[in-house]
């Protein structure tokens, strides 16, 4: 029996629908990508002209500018502290160092060593520039830099330490002068606006508040307290905006979408759209109280469900939990220094910090955040 000719008619019409159709979705998939791509480009560009671009003024938080650029000498000040550190002697490690009660009668040799770094650090702090290009440059090429996050963190370990010898021997006024260091280094670091800057800056600030515990206050003269109190004070002023840097996030991971597909494997296009998704939903609570923005936050966490992407929530809190260790210093430094208490607002609270006057000479200043233990983070402040 012959076959029916319209047969191979009809299997043609039939291949012929379904390439049709393969290339209606094909086509509405490459539509839809570039529309992605294009929201995603155009968000980068958005963000990226409200930062500071290149070579900006610099100036440190105490003291005069001089000639230099900042983010150099921090990665000289790196380079050299780890350069500096021990292998298998923990005997000078700037960490094993810290956890000590009493600093060794030797901490002087011990540390001698790190003094390069230690310039380094000064020189980069009191910089009269300060290059934001290459202070972002470190998170798209993996290179060792000024923002090589295990090396920075072992540079604030032992400023910190070097803080509490310098008070240990009777010199206040050093102490002060390396606190400003660490603190115009880790706000050099929030101008780099990106999320893994503001985990870095959280940490290191939270580690230079809890350095000065309230003993190593009273032993300042008068002029370095209010030193002190006032380059503090003008730290927590300067702070960018958070949103910034969650807006940094995208326009740093938004250079790869004109890559090809091997160089750019670690940045997913869906995630880049899912931040932006993030960013523009968040937008709206930026001012609004802890407790609301708090919501927002955990509200988007599940766009954000990629294993790669940046956790905001968890930023954010970081950063609040440091602004809160500050702002308590800063009321802890007034009180000593016999002025009125001023009214800062408590960044994990709705309102503002919480202070107690047990006696005449005493303040304990709380917010409503929760430290590691399940207590409020709070300092006892008295007036010797």
Same mark, same amino acid.
């Given at each position: =029996? /012959?076959?029916?000719?319209?047969?191979?008619?009809?299997?043609? &019409?039939?291949?012929?629908?379904?390439?049709?159709?393969? !290339?209606?979705?094909?086509?509405?998939?490459?539509?839809?990508?570039?529309?992605?791509?294009?929201?995603?480009?155009?968000?980068?560009?958005?963000?990226?002209?409200? =930062?500071?671009?290149?070579?900006?003024?610099?100036?440190?938080?105490?003291?005069?500018?001089?000639?230099?650029?900042?983010? /150099?000498?921090?990665?000289?000040?790196?380079?050299?502290?780890?350069?500096?550190?021990?292998?298998?002697?923990?005997?000078?490690?700037?960490?094993?160092?810290?956890?000590?009660?009493?600093?060794?009668?030797? *901490?002087?040799?011990?540390?001698?060593?790190?003094?390069?770094?230690?310039?380094?650090?000064?020189?980069?702090?009191?910089?009269?520039?300060?290059?934001?290009?290459?202070?972002?440059?470190?998170?798209?090429?993996?290179?060792?830099?000024?923002?090589?996050?295990?090396? &920075?963190?072992?540079?604030?370990?032992?400023?910190?330490?070097?803080?509490?010898? /310098?008070?240990?021997?009777?010199?206040?006024?050093?102490?002060?002068?390396?606190?400003?260091?660490? =603190?115009?280094?880790?706000?050099?670091?929030?101008?780099?606006?990106?999320?893994?800057?503001?985990?870095?800056?959280?940490?290191? &600030?939270?580690?230079?508040?809890?350095?000065? *515990?309230?003993?190593?206050?009273?032993?300042?003269?008068?002029?370095?307290?209010?030193?002190?109190?006032?380059?503090?004070?003008?730290?927590?002023?300067?702070?960018?905006?958070?949103?910034?840097?969650?807006?940094?996030?995208?326009?740093?991971?938004?250079?790869?979408?004109?890559?090809?597909?091997?160089?750019?494997?670690?940045?997913?296009?869906?995630?880049?759209?899912?931040?932006?998704?993030?960013?523009?939903?968040?937008?709206?609570?930026?001012?609004?109280?802890?407790?609301?923005?708090?919501?927002?936050?955990?509200?988007?966490?599940?766009?954000?469900? !990629?294993?790669?992407?940046?956790?905001?929530?968890?930023?954010?809190?970081?950063?609040?939990?440091?602004?809160?260790?500050?702002?308590?210093?800063?009321?802890?430094?007034?009180?000593?220094?016999?002025?009125?208490?001023?009214?800062?607002?408590?960044?994990?609270?709705?309102?503002?910090?919480?202070?107690?006057?047990?006696?005449?000479?005493?303040? &304990?200043?709380?917010?409503?955040?929760?430290?590691?233990?399940?207590?409020?983070? /709070?300092?006892?402040?008295?007036?010797?």
């Amino acid at each position: =029996m /012959e076959s029916s000719p319209s047969r191979p008619k009809t299997a043609l &019409v039939g291949l012929t629908v379904i390439v049709l159709l393969a !290339y209606f979705v094909w086509s509405r998939e490459a539509e839809q990508r570039a529309h992605r791509d294009a929201r995603i480009r155009a968000a980068a560009l958005t963000y990226s002209a409200r =930062m500071p671009q290149g070579v900006q003024p610099h100036a440190p938080l105490l003291g005069d500018s001089v000639h230099g650029e900042a983010i /150099e000498n921090y990665g000289r000040a790196v380079a050299l502290c780890g350069a500096a550190l021990p292998c298998g002697d923990d005997s000078t490690d700037p960490w094993a160092l810290s956890q000590l009660a009493e600093l060794p009668p030797d *901490i002087a040799r011990r540390l001698a060593k790190y003094e390069p770094a230690l310039d380094a650090l000064a020189t980069g702090a009191a910089a009269a520039t300060i290059d934001l290009a290459a202070a972002r440059r470190p998170l798209t090429v993996r290179s060792p830099g000024p923002t090589d996050f295990p090396f &920075v963190a072992n540079l604030v370990t032992l400023a910190a330490l070097v803080v509490r010898h /310098e008070l240990a021997s009777g010199n206040g006024s050093a102490a002060v002068r390396r606190t400003a260091d660490l =603190m115009t280094l880790q706000l050099d670091f929030l101008r780099g606006t990106a999320s893994a800057f503001e985990l870095l800056a959280a940490e290191g &600030v939270t580690s230079v508040c809890c350095t000065w *515990i309230d003993d190593r206050i009273a032993s300042l003269d008068e002029p370095n307290r209010a030193a002190l109190r006032d380059l503090l004070a003008r730290f927590d002023a300067a702070l960018p905006p958070i949103q910034r840097s969650f807006e940094g996030d995208l326009t740093l991971a938004a250079r790869w979408l004109d890559r090809d597909d091997r160089e750019r494997d670690h940045v997913s296009p869906p995630l880049l759209a899912a931040i932006v998704a993030s960013i523009e939903r968040l937008a709206s609570s930026e001012a609004a109280p802890w407790s609301v923005r708090r919501q927002a936050l955990v509200a988007q966490a599940p766009t954000l469900a !990629y294993p790669e992407a940046p956790d905001f929530a968890a930023v954010e809190t970081a950063r609040r939990t440091a602004t809160a260790h500050l702002r308590l210093l800063i009321v802890a430094l007034g009180h000593h220094l016999g002025e009125p208490l001023p009214s800062l607002r408590d960044p994990l609270g709705d309102g503002d910090l919480e202070v107690e006057r047990p006696d005449a000479s005493t303040i &304990v200043v709380r917010s409503a955040g929760l430290a590691p233990d399940g207590k409020r983070i /709070e300092r006892t402040a008295k007036r010797r």
